[in-house]
Nanobody
């Protein structure tokens, strides 16, 4: 059983940057691909990006590619989401998730096995 805890959220002005962290415990972190999602009020979970277990490959949703960057530190069992040029429409609860399916790039909610509790990011205009 893997536990995931997000941190680093908060309030930021439009155009600013924020880095979210997600620290894992209770499992072999390097055995999982890690993904980031978000959910705005009244909307479904939205895929943002994913990073392979090795950290050597990433994949992003079109609407965040170039603004968001995912990285990981397997020694620290932590995955990061660096968010730049933030917009008010980026306001949402952000979630990290772990997938044991190392061979595939997961972009759907059901492809992930473990989830963090989520953390609020609010971008003011």
């Amino acid at each position: 059983q893997v536990q995931l805890v997000e941190s680093g959220g908060g309030l930021v002005q439009a155009g600013g940057s924020l880095r979210l962290s997600c620290t894992a415990s209770g499992g072999t972190f390097s055995g999982y691909n890690m993904g980031w999602f978000r959910q705005a009020p009244g909307k479904e979970h939205e895929f943002l990006g994913t990073i392979k277990w090795s950290g050597r490959s990433t994949y992003y949703a079109d609407h965040v590619r170039g603004r968001f960057t995912i990285s990981r530190d397997n020694a620290e069992t932590t995955v990061y989401l660096q968010m730049n040029s933030l917009k008010p429409e980026d306001t949402a609860v952000y979630y990290c998730a772990a997938s044991a399916s190392r061979l595939q790039i997961g972009i759907k909610v059901h492809e992930y096995d473990y989830w963090g509790q989520g953390i609020q990011v609010t971008v003011s205009s």
